[in-house]
Every structure is written in structure tokens, then in C-alpha cells.
């Protein structure tokens, strides 16, 4: 079976940079699911992903444009120490969930000032060229059930994150809405 739109495709993946620096690996989760064509990956890496079958094993580079996105810099904002009240170990690196016009957003502490602290709402691999090397492990087709949630049912499993972030919480890390487990 090839993965197609709606096949659930299963796959082992390392993913790193232009100068072969591994950024993140299947091997500390297991292989990851994901409904194709439904834009839970990268556009770069979904359409590498199409036609591919059980057994199959290649490499991609993705440029940014294709994986996620260039670098913005509009999207570095100077806030005042103040509104962080309550926030005591705030550090560079630190992910905060701000609310805006479109919704809440994670951004990231990148410089501490006296008066103010500036936040990055750049993907962190944004402006990045990546380099998956895939395996695929299983292919098949999707069920009503999961169409419908949008996202692979793994038995077994009851971590059930709807953050919509980009944190890496227990079972890898959620974006677009679910964790990285697939449930």
C-alpha cells in the first residue's frame, strides 16, 4: 500500500540541520503516525512522503520555504518586565503562550533587558534548511474515526494534549493541536 491522501503512514525519522547537527530523532518517542494529507507535516516532507510504500527509506532536504518558513523578524516584540508578573524563573530559551489578535501563540525569551524582555513568535526551525532521513514503517488506510479527529488512535495510549503549542511534553511535543504520540 502506498501512503496516499488519508492512509495513515507511520514512519522512523532523523531530522537536522544544514550542517548535519541531529535536531530531533523518532528514536525517543518510536515511530511517529500521521494522516497524510492533511498538512500535519511540513509541506516539504508530506510531499516526499507521497507514493512511498512499507519498507521504503530515503533522504530530503527541505529549504525553508517548504519546511518552516523564514525567519520574521516583525515577529520580535519587546514587552515590559511588568507584565510578567508572577513569571519568577524566567530565563532565555523560556516558551511563553501569549494571547493575541489570532489566538494564543508560543514565543520564546531571547534577550533579557532591565526594562523589558523580547520575544521571538518565529518557529524555532524557522529560516532552517532540514534534512529528514525517513524509514517508513506501516501504511494503511485511515478509519472513519480517525478522519474524523483528524489525527491516528494508538491503543493504549491516553495522553490527549489540545495545547496547540510546540512544548515537548511527555510523549514528544504537540503541534496542530495534538501530541506528537498520535492520540
Known amino acids: 500500500m502506498q501512503i496516499t ?20 530523532s523518532s528514536s ?12 500535519y507535516l511540513v ?3 508530506e510531499s516526499a512522503m507521497e507514493g512511498k510504500a512499507i519498507g521504503d527509506s530515503f533522504s530530503v532536504t527541505i529549504p525553508p520555504a517548504q519546511g518552516y518558513g ?9 514587552v515590559p518586565k511588568n507584565k510578567f ?23 520564546e525569551v531571547v534577550e533579557i533587558k532591565e526594562d523589558g524582555v523580547i ?3 518565529n518557529h524555532p526551525l524557522a529560516g532552517m534548511t532540514l534534512k529528514f ?3 517508513i514503517v506501516d501504511v494503511r488506510d485511515a478509519t472513519a474515526e480517525e478522519l474524523q479527529a483528524g489525527h491516528p488512535m494508538i491503543e493504549g495510549c491516553d495522553y490527549d494534549c489540545d495545547c496547540g503549542c ?12 495534538g501530541c506528537n504520540c498520535g492520540c
Do not use: W
Not at 93 to 107: A, D, E, R, S
Open 85 to 107: 508578573q508572577g513569571i519568577e524563573d524566567m530565563e532565555l530559551g523560556t516558551l511563553i503562550q501569549v494571547g493575541g489578535p489570532n489566538g494564543t501563540q508560543i514565543m
Open 166 to 177: 510546540d512544548e515537548d511534553h511527555e510523549h514528544g511535543g504537540c503541534g496542530s493541536g
Open 133 to 135: 532521513d525517513v524509514s
Open 70 to 78: 523564514e525567519r520574521d523578524e516583525s515577529l520580535l516584540t519587546s
Open 119 to 121: 520575544l521571538d513568535g
Open 43 to 45: 509541506r516539504g516532507l
Open 5 to 24: 491522501k488519508d492512509k495513515v503512514a507511520t514512519f522512523d525519522f532523523t531530522v537536522s540541520d544544514d550542517q548535519g547537527q541531529i535536531l530531533d
Open 28 to 39: 525517543k518517542i518510536g515511530p511517529f503516525p500521521y494522516i497524510h494529507g492533511n498538512g
